[in-house]
């Protein structure tokens, strides 16, 4: 099973990226591709040197926001792809995220996956758990995710999602930020979620991140995400 693993990167900390790669390349299951997409880094140079190191491909774009350059990796994913991953560029995975996913994802078919995860801080030491939630029907799983998206809030996090590549044949990222919940109202409409209850991601968090200093345009934003998919449910 052939998976293609998307990392997006903006001006991320390089000390912060070389770890995010680090985490890729001493995953059990190895029969992958990763591509970093830089969507514009000042120092793409330097960006694109510790990519090669690692030996993953690098893709290079004028800055478009996370939602294009999410989808240029989709668009560049290798045509014998199965499955597509993310991983944000200051997070980390368990070695065995890919090996659990696989395993899951032929017990478990069509189905896009997401697991519990960790937080840590700026040193990368564990200050808590995300409340990640499974459910026994998809019914409640929707219910909760657009009772979540009316509080600017989601509990699937896309670092630790693990997708069909025939989702995005159905969808597609849009939206400079917010993509991630604009995608994940959308697909779930044709597509079912399943929860593995392991914890295969720390993700970082900063006091000062690009989420803080946009925070008040978020609410904003989300109004317009939920809207249009509203719009899409009704059809």
Same mark, same amino acid.
């Given at each position: 099973? %052939?998976?293609?693993?998307? #990392?997006?990167?903006?001006?991320?900390?390089?000390?912060?990226?070389?770890?995010? +790669?680090?985490?890729?390349?001493?995953?059990?299951?190895?029969?992958?591709?990763?591509?970093?997409?830089?969507?514009?880094?000042?120092?793409?140079?330097?960006?694109? %040197?510790?990519? %090669?190191?690692?030996?993953?491909?690098?893709?290079?774009?004028?800055?478009?926001?996370?939602?294009?350059?999410?989808?240029?990796? #989709?668009?560049? &994913?290798?045509?014998?792809?199965?499955?597509?991953?993310?991983?944000?560029?200051?997070?980390?995975?368990?070695?065995?995220? +890919?090996?659990?996913?696989?395993?899951?994802?032929?017990?478990?078919?069509? %189905?896009? +996956?997401?697991?519990?995860?960790?937080?840590?801080?700026?040193?990368?030491?564990?200050?808590?758990? &995300?409340?990640?939630?499974?459910?026994?029907?998809?019914?409640?799983?929707?219910?909760?995710? =657009?009772? &979540?998206?009316?509080?600017?809030?989601? =509990?699937?996090?896309?670092?630790?999602?693990?997708?069909?590549?025939? #989702?995005?044949?159905?969808?597609?990222?849009?939206?400079?930020?917010?993509?991630?919940?604009?995608?994940?109202?959308?697909?779930?409409?044709?597509?079912?979620?399943?929860?593995?209850?392991?914890?295969?991601?720390?993700?970082?968090?900063?006091?000062?991140?690009?989420?803080?200093?946009?925070?008040?345009?978020?609410?904003?934003?989300?109004?317009?995400?939920?809207?249009? #998919?509203?719009?899409?449910?009704?059809?």
């Amino acid at each position: 099973m %052939k998976i293609t693993i998307g #990392v997006p990167i903006w001006n991320q900390n390089l000390k912060y990226f070389r770890e995010c +790669l680090e985490s890729i390349k001493s995953q059990t299951y190895q029969d992958f591709e990763c591509i970093v997409l830089d969507d514009g880094s000042d120092n793409k140079e330097e960006v694109e %040197k510790i990519t %090669k190191e690692f030996g993953f491909k690098y893709i290079y774009q004028e800055n478009q926001g996370i939602g294009e350059a999410r989808q240029s990796i #989709v668009d560049n &994913a290798s045509k014998e792809t199965n499955y597509i991953a993310f991983l944000s560029s200051d997070d980390l995975w368990d070695e065995k995220f +890919l090996e659990t996913m696989i395993k899951t994802a032929k017990e478990q078919p069509k %189905k896009i +996956l997401y697991s519990k995860y960790y937080l840590i801080n700026e040193n990368g030491e564990i200050i808590g758990d &995300a409340n990640v939630q499974g459910f026994n029907n998809h019914e409640d799983f929707c219910i909760a995710c =657009f009772e &979540a998206s009316y509080r600017n809030n989601m =509990f699937v996090c896309f670092s630790t999602t693990f997708f069909p590549k025939q #989702v995005f044949e159905k969808v597609k990222f849009k939206y400079r930020f917010g993509e991630d919940l604009y995608f994940l109202l959308i697909s779930m409409k044709d597509f079912q979620y399943h929860l593995v209850p392991e914890y295969f991601l720390k993700y970082r968090v900063f006091n000062n991140t690009t989420t803080s200093k946009i925070r008040s345009k978020i609410g904003e934003n989300n109004e317009k995400i939920i809207k249009e #998919v509203r719009e899409y449910w009704e059809k």
